[in-house]
């Protein structure tokens, strides 16, 4: 299907510096009409009658918060987040950007403040209520990522500040049929509204601003906020999943390197962004063109400069391409901006006439699922008319008999797959809380409760070991004993329980009679709290390092800051850590022969984290 590209202009208020200058409010709008009138040379005289009217899809104005037809950042949520919220669970792709001068309001509409959210915060938000309200039926995954264009480069949000040597700039590349992603870009999964919150503080925090003659709190970048939405679901038997990517793009502002009083740094910075927004106005006007001229000979002629900017190259597939996507243009009202303004409501004049191809993205996997669902119900109605006729070729029956009960096995297997896939990973990141991102080549997998990782030699291991330790008490023991949460197999570990109490954060271990446990290379045999990296050995073999996520970090800060002095961080680096551990292996090791037929322990009754291979396409 065909949409054209929804476009909606919103006038800010008159600014303090626009008041200082007695300007004067040039922008009328009525309906969905927005009207310009350019003021005489003469300050104070009166405004020329004849001005320059568009029309567009909305016109907000927020000029008065006292009129009847000012528009709050509510309405324009309800009027455009809405539409994005559709098309995610409709399965197709959308992208809103703000466009406009510098100071114009794009950052504020797009991300809001604390007492007045945006956008991007507010589209959020739905979204996690809309999937409380269908969580009983479907089942959802979320991440996030979330980068800024500064002069020209790619720079991750999410990802503490690096050197550029260290990876910080990053690569745009193109996927044949996915189009441009960003290499290494790091990607988030987020379980519930505070951790986009949290990503969206950290990422804010980073981003690039600066001071100019314009605008206190100028953005010198280009951010793009990605959403990727992925929802599945059984239709009886079968099962569906579909997801979406939702771009929410804060531009930098288009200025006059006068009007800005910019100068070595910032006159760089905002030569770059103005580069980057005269060739989206060229993709604007060129695609504006390919679908007014609808005519394939034109079409050959027409050339679309997406690669001149990385902005450009980025929005490639909002721009013509698979995504339902809405501008809105900022303007200010003041005669002082008559040019910036008129050229901002020009270029959104032209963007109506962009036409996208929107398409639902459907996974390919349970596309092949349902075809071997519909071949498997033509197989049976082949067979029931066979065998109402009197002549039967026996030979064509059994084979389609076999096809049949071939194709059913695989629908069950793959069903199975895909139900375990869904239902597995979901149950973990909900009820354990357990993250994972993605960082280019790695995945990370953060648990914010205290957890015990497993630290055998066993080189037949195919998984990491993780066991996370909940609010009160958790046992361990071997496994021939009765039933219990952590398991721990191996001839050498003793039958009886050790025990482990998480009260209030902090965590004891109780040995019981009987066991033999030891911690950091010392035996325990009264209550001992771990500290963060401990190194914890359970009978004779099994060796555990005790993490705990919270004390880790505070640990950090204060390390960073000076306040941790080297004489007193006891267990808390990573040199101790490995001491500590060397310390274990060192009074495990013996002879060559008695090392080889040293046991090896697994913890077991541990959860895997499976996603859908769908969420790493790139």
Not at 139 to 168: A, H, T, W
Not at 219 to 226: G, K
Not at 488 to 493: H, N, W
């Amino acid at each position: 299907m065909s949409s054209v590209m929804k476009v909606a202009v919103r006038v800010r208020p008159l600014n303090k510096r626009e008041k200082l200058l007695s300007s004067k409010v040039i922008i009328h709008m009525r309906g969905n009409t927005t009207s310009i009138h350019k003021p005489l040379a003469g300050r104070g005289e009166k405004l020329k009658d004849r001005g320059k009217m568009f029309s567009y899809d909305y016109s907000f104005d927020s000029i008065d918060a006292d009129s009847p037809t000012f528009s709050s950042q509510e309405k324009i949520f309800k009027n455009l987040g809405s539409d994005v919220l559709k098309a995610a669970f409709y399965g197709y792709n959308a992208c809103v950007f703000a466009y406009g001068q510098t100071g114009s309001g794009k950052s504020y509409t797009m991300m809001g403040n604390k007492v007045d959210k945006g956008l991007i915060p507010r589209i959020c938000e739905e979204l996690f209520l809309e999937i409380s309200s269908r969580s009983d039926s479907m089942s959802f995954q979320m991440e996030v990522s979330y980068l800024e264009i500064y002069n020209e480069r790619v720079q991750d949000l999410l990802r503490k500040k690096l050197p550029c040597s260290e990876g910080r700039v990053l690569k745009v590349r193109e996927h044949p049929t996915d189009g441009p992603y960003v290499e290494n870009l790091s990607k988030h999964v987020v379980l519930s509204q505070s951790n986009v919150e949290s990503l969206i503080t950290l990422g804010n925090a980073t981003r690039t601003i600066a001071s100019t003659g314009m605008n206190d709190f100028s953005s010198r970048s280009h951010t793009i906020f990605t959403i990727i939405f992925t929802q599945g679901w059984f239709d009886g038997e079968l099962p569906h999943e579909r997801h979406s990517k939702i771009q929410l793009v804060d531009l930098a502002g288009s200025e006059r390197a006068d009007g800005t009083q910019a100068m070595g740094t910032r006159l760089k910075e905002s030569a770059n962004i103005n580069k980057s927004l005269v060739t989206l106005s060229s993709v604007i006007s060129a695609l504006a063109d390919l679908a007014v001229s609808g005519q394939s000979a034109k079409k050959k002629q027409i050339f679309i400069p997406y690669r001149n900017s990385v902005l450009t190259w980025l929005l490639k597939d909002s721009l013509g391409g698979n995504t339902r996507t809405t501008i809105i243009a900022t303007i200010s009202p003041a005669d002082v901006n008559y040019e910036e303004t008129l050229t901002t409501l020009r270029f959104a004049s032209r963007a109506k006439n962009i036409i996208n191809t929107p398409t639902v993205n459907a996974d390919g996997s349970t596309k092949v699922l349902r075809e071997l669902q519909a071949e498997v119900t033509r197989l049976r109605t082949l067979l029931a008319e066979a065998a109402q006729v009197i002549e039967v070729d026996w030979a064509t029956s059994v084979k389609q008999r076999e096809k049949l009960q071939y194709n059913e096995e695989k629908v069950k297997t793959l069903a199975k797959r895909w139900n375990t896939k869904w239902r597995g990973a979901q149950s973990i990141l909900e009820e354990e809380s357990i993250a994972l991102r993605k960082e280019g080549s790695r995945v990370i997998l953060n648990c914010q409760l205290p957890h015990l990782i497993g630290l055998n030699e066993d080189c037949l291991t195919t998984g990491i070991l993780l066991y996370y330790l909940k609010e009160g008490k958790t046992w361990i023991q071997n496994e021939a004993s009765c039933c219990q949460e952590t398991v721990l197999s191996g001839p050498e570990l003793p039958r009886e329980r050790c025990l482990l109490e998480n009260c209030g954060g902090i965590v004891t271990l109780f040995p019981q009679d009987g066991a033999l446990c030891s911690v950091n290379g010392s035996a325990v045999t009264h209550p001992c709290q771990l500290t963060q990296g401990a190194i914890i050995q359970l009978g004779g073999g099994s060796i555990l390092r005790f993490n705990h996520p919270a004390k880790a970090s505070q640990l950090k800060e204060k390390q960073q800051s000076g306040l941790l002095s080297s004489s007193s961080r006891s267990f808390t680096d990573l040199s101790k850590s490995a001491e500590n551990l060397s310390k274990v292996k060192l009074q495990n090791s013996g002879p060559e022969d008695q090392r080889k037929s040293s046991p090896s322990y697994l913890l077991l009754g541990i959860k895997c984290v499976v996603f859908p291979s769908s969420l790493y396409k790139k």
